[in-house]
């Protein structure tokens, strides 16, 4: 047993060490963009996504990118059992919504003609 939980403190300890440099590339390409800010945007930003996406798959070899990249996949596999509604469904659901929307708005607009109608009354400014 003690053999797994330092074969596990050492795993833990190199994705940290993997984490931290993968941290440190994205830092020193978001500097090298700035730092290099005569050159063109195109190749800028070209290679920022290009550092990003090697930070990216360094940080994805850790136990926590395998879990994060597990849990899309079922997260995935989720989405896919959803039923979605017909596209008659979505229609009559998105008219019953914008009438409920106009109707309180007509609503609103009465509440609030009354209001500062009586506003007006009681303090005499009008009415």
């Known amino acids: 047993m003690a053999s797994?939980?330092?074969a596990d403190?050492?795993?833990s300890s190199f994705?940290?060490?993997?984490?931290?440099?993968?941290i440190a590339l994205v830092l020193?390409?978001?500097?090298?963009?700035?730092?290099?800010?005569?050159?063109?945007?195109?190749y800028r930003v070209l290679g920022l996504l290009a550092v990003v996406g090697v930070a990216a798959g360094v940080?994805?070899?850790?136990?926590?990118g395998k879990n994060l990249i597990g849990f899309m996949g079922n997260a995935r596999t989720e989405v896919r059992k959803m039923v979605w509604p017909t596209r008659a469904e979505t229609v009559q659901?998105?008219?019953?919504?914008?009438?409920?929307?106009?109707?309180l708005a007509v609503f609103m607009l009465i509440i609030d003609s009354i209001l500062a109608w009586a506003v007006k009354f009681f303090l005499g400014t009008g009415g």
């Open 4 to 6: 797994a939980s330092s």
């Open 9 to 11: 403190s050492q795993t």
């Open 15 to 22: 994705d940290i060490l993997k984490l931290i440099f993968a």
């Open 28 to 42: 020193v390409a978001m500097g090298g963009f700035y730092y290099f800010s005569q050159e063109s945007l195109l």
């Open 59 to 64: 940080a994805l070899t850790t136990q926590s």
């Open 93 to 103: 659901t998105t008219l019953v919504v914008v009438f409920m929307v106009a109707l």
